[in-house]
């Protein structure tokens, strides 16, 4: 976007720029797949490409259907797309802050645009922080959504921010999904976890030139890696916030 929503927009890139991001990975000579082939891999059942990339998109805002869906097929570069679907869906509830959203059956229109869709969850809640009956429904809700509206099955969720725990990481197994992507800010590898699998944050003041360091396998911490202290004790931090407010955004 060229003008985005104050609280998201640390977290885009206007068009001129996404668009020489995308070149960019065209110029690395990796070979973009989707989630499906990555699980594929990990799980032992079929082997990638050669320096392969995996492009992702969370929360389904507007411009998803439309202009980056459309950069994307221009340069035939497939993608993975995952969902918030109480944002999309008329009268749903989120706790999304208000911005420009695609509507939930648009997203059959991205699966023929080349993209997979995936979950990521109904509020975009802290995952890590919620009672297990609100987590199940986050996680199995949302999925149930997804496949109602696009006919087959949906294996595959991001936790909203990259928040999860051991005690989510289970539940999103128990639920029925194959993979789970997290944030991190990492390089993902051969051995990474398939319900923490590592991604790098794109944000606006990252420059082509830092994506290209990235696609060149460098500039980034390499996953799996355990959790360190910050990040347990901001969990705890977070749980008592919520343990008091009750469940918060994600972001």
Known sequence: MDDP??????????????????????????????????????????????????????????????????????????????????????????????????????????????????SHTVTHAQLDTLSRGRLRAELRDSKAAL???????????????????????????????ETATAVRHALSSERDERYRIARLIVRRSHTVADVRTWLAGAGARIAPYRDGPRTIGWRWYRRARAAVHGPEFAG
């Open 147 to 177: 496949e109602d509206a696009l006919g087959h099955p949906v294996p595959h969720l991001a936790y909203p921010h990259g928040y999860n725990s051991p005690r989510v990481r289970s539940m999103a197994a128990d639920v029925g999904y």
């Open 5 to 118: 929503p104050e609280w998201i927009a640390e977290f885009t890139v206007t068009p001129r720029e996404f668009a020489a991001h995308l070149d960019a990975v065209l110029d690395s000579g990796r070979t973009p797949v989707t989630i499906s082939a990555l699980a594929g891999h990990l799980a032992g059942r079929a082997p990638l490409p050669p320096r392969p990339v995996l492009l992702t998109f969370d929360d389904g805002f507007a411009d998803l259907p439309g202009p980056t869906a459309d950069a994307l097929a221009e340069r035939a570069l497939p993608a993975t797309a995952y969902l918030t679907t109480g944002a999309l869906a008329p009268g749903g509830r989120c706790l999304l802050p208000p911005a420009p959203m695609m509507a939930l059956g648009q997203a059959a229109e991205l699966e023929r645009a080349g993209m997979e869709i995936g």
